[in-house]
């Protein structure tokens, strides 16, 4: 009996990322003929410094959906490390990188308390996270007494400086967000880690049984999440310059966008984190390229509401084929 | 000859409810035991006991004739105890060989694996294509999905999973329960090649033509305790259904009717 490998023609069709890339590349060739500034090195560049603190966050996102939760909490807790960082750096006089581990210190730990409230207490991640965005969203105010942190140390803003690639400007930050996309994709695709997240988002009761340890997965997976949100807080400090207490309040559902573009099955188990590099190009692709083309931001906001939920039906009409 | 998997007055209660009550069992080396019993009969206690999922509060548990105790699921599977549930058995989005190896992955040699974790994926499909070819469960890929499989295709996956790994004993809840005739009839066939690789089957069912089609021996649970051991040549559907109720009872080897009415409801004597 001959066990043959998928066809390449089947491969692709089977492959989830291949709608989004599709889209994401008909998008780009739509956006080439209408605006002559798209497709330059230098606007590519752009795009991928708008969406790199979004396609941070939402790599954590894309973790904590595959085991079939949700976070409400990033952009809240992205926020507050960025305060805790440059404040301790600022104000504190704490060293630079001694401040910036702090902070992602912090936003790992609000991670953890996230995993641990899930697992722990069995809580729905929706109602554990949405209470720890009001948590740290107040904390943050209280925290920087609504001040915007500046003077922040060269170190700080390092990801932000940039560097030659072929007559284009390329940013540290952008940088650092494929390698981390990479990273990710990685550990999710080739380790026995990767294949427990996926198993564990397929069925706890599976996992379970099959000898793998669900708790400490989960708490891991959302601990792991938390210093993903502490390096986006980086990028975003880097890239604004500032501690800003009033920064990620639309970032939450960005990234949650950006992972259900890519792909990501909101009831878990399924998707990739290259796919959500895709989602989030997307969603910078139609942003950069509307503008471009002179359409009000407000209309941007609508179609990225409009291709989510395409994304979600796609997405439901597939499970039930296949089920 | 000794017992693969023993187990001696095995007790185990909830409150008032008195799931095990003194229960035995003995697997024979080489043989597909058939366990059951009516709802509440204690048939799942007992396969729980056995496979690590709840622990007796009395009684023992001896594997080749030793002592053995599990404390988890995880425990009796390392003693070479593999089980298959009816329902929970592969995760959908994984592919099969992935299943296979589930919670316990081959990393590559050296430092790719050792230091940066990477599966040794093309090592696993060899593996799997391997174990698969060996219960004759034909699949097209060992990449796709489980969820683009049928359901007896599922529960082949399953069954390959569990004899892979089982060194001593397979145990099957309900394997063939959500599946079509066609499909019960691989799953029993698969049943059959690995009993007659050498590894003694525990079969839970309460299908009775499947139950004495594939056993070489039934064990009746009743009231939490075994009742009966027979050969399903020995005895046929009605009898041992009427064991199984408590309207015959074995004394020497023959079923003699124990309640006239209910012997009688069901069409015996």
Request: glycine share 12%; charged share 15%; proline share 4%.
């Amino acid at each position: 009996m001959a066990v043959m490998q998928a066809t390449l023609p089947r491969r692709i069709l089977t492959t989830p990322t291949a709608g989004p890339l599709a889209a994401l590349v008909l998008a780009c060739v739509f956006f080439a003929f209408k605006s002559d500034q798209f497709l330059t090195g230098g606007n590519f560049s752009l795009i991928i410094q708008q969406v790199m603190v979004v396609g941070t966050l939402a790599i954590g996102q894309t973790l904590i959906i595959l085991t079939a939760g949700i976070d409400l909490s990033n952009g809240a807790i992205m926020a507050f490390g960025g305060i805790v960082m440059t404040k301790l750096a600022v104000e504190n006089g704490l060293p630079p990188l001694l401040a910036i581990a702090a902070g992602l210190a912090v936003c790992a730990f609000f991670g953890l308390a996230n995993g641990l409230l899930v697992m722990k207490i069995n809580l729905p991640p929706f109602i554990v996270t949405l209470g720890m965005l009001n948590v740290v969203f107040a904390l943050t105010h209280i925290y920087s007494q609504d001040q915007t942190v500046t003077n922040l140390p060269p170190e700080m803003t390092f990801l932000g400086q940039t560097f030659r690639v072929g007559g284009t400007n390329v940013t540290y930050g952008s940088l650092l967000t494929i390698l981390l996309f990479l990273l990710f994709a990685y550990l999710l695709g080739y380790t026995a880690w990767g294949r427990h997240v996926y198993a564990l988002g397929n069925s706890p009761e599976v996992a379970r049984l099959t000898g793998i340890r669900t708790g400490r997965l989960i708490v891991g997976v959302y601990a792991l999440a938390g210093l993903v949100y502490g390096l986006a807080a980086l990028l975003l400090v880097s890239r604004t310059g500032v501690g800003d207490p009033q920064a990620g309040q639309t970032d939450n559902l960005d990234s949650i966008t950006a992972v259900v573009l890519g792909g990501t099955s909101l009831f878990g188990g399924r998707g990739t984190v290259l796919g959500t590099l895709i989602g989030a190009l997307i969603v910078g692709v139609f942003r950069n390229g509307l503008q471009l083309m002179g359409v009000p931001s407000i209309y941007q906001t609508l179609i990225t509401g409009i291709l989510v939920i395409l994304a979600v039906t796609v997405d439901q009409l597939s499970r039930r084929r296949t089920r | 000859m000794t017992p693969v998997l023993q187990a001696r007055g095995l007790v185990k209660r909830y409150g008032h409810v008195t799931a095990l009550d003194g229960a035995d069992f003995d697997l024979m080396p080489g043989e597909v035991l058939a366990v059951i019993g009516d709802n509440g009969a204690g048939k799942t206690s007992l396969i729980k006991a056995l496979t690590g999922a709840l622990q007796p509060d009395q009684g023992e548990i001896l594997l080749d004739g030793k002592p053995v105790r599990f404390r988890d699921p995880l425990e009796a599977r390392r003693h070479g105890i593999e089980t298959v549930y009816q329902d929970l058995a592969v995760a959908a989005s994984l592919d099969i060989a992935t299943n296979m190896f589930l919670g316990r992955e081959v990393r590559k040699r050296g430092p790719l694996g050792t230091v940066f974790r990477m599966l040794d994926k093309k090592r696993m499909r060899e593996e799997s294509a391997r174990h698969m070819e060996d219960l004759k469960i034909g699949l097209r890929s060992l990449t796709q999905p489980v969820e683009s499989l049928s359901g007896g295709q599922r529960q082949g996956v399953a069954v390959a999973r569990a004899v892979a790994w089982a060194s001593n004993v397979v145990v099957m809840d309900e394997p063939t329960a959500a599946l079509g005739v066609k499909e019960s009839g691989q799953v029993l066939d698969m049943i059959r090649r690995v009993r007659d690789r050498g590894t003694p089957v525990v079969l839970i069912s309460h299908n009775m033509p499947h139950v004495f089609e594939i056993a070489d021996r039934i064990h009746v649970q009743r009231l939490g305790r075994r009742v009966a051991q027979l050969k399903p040549a020995d005895h046929n559907m009605a009898e041992v259904v009427a064991i199984m109720t408590g309207a015959m009872t074995v004394t020497d080897g023959k079923a003699v009717v124990a309640d006239k009415g209910a012997a009688e409801a069901i069409g015996l004597s």
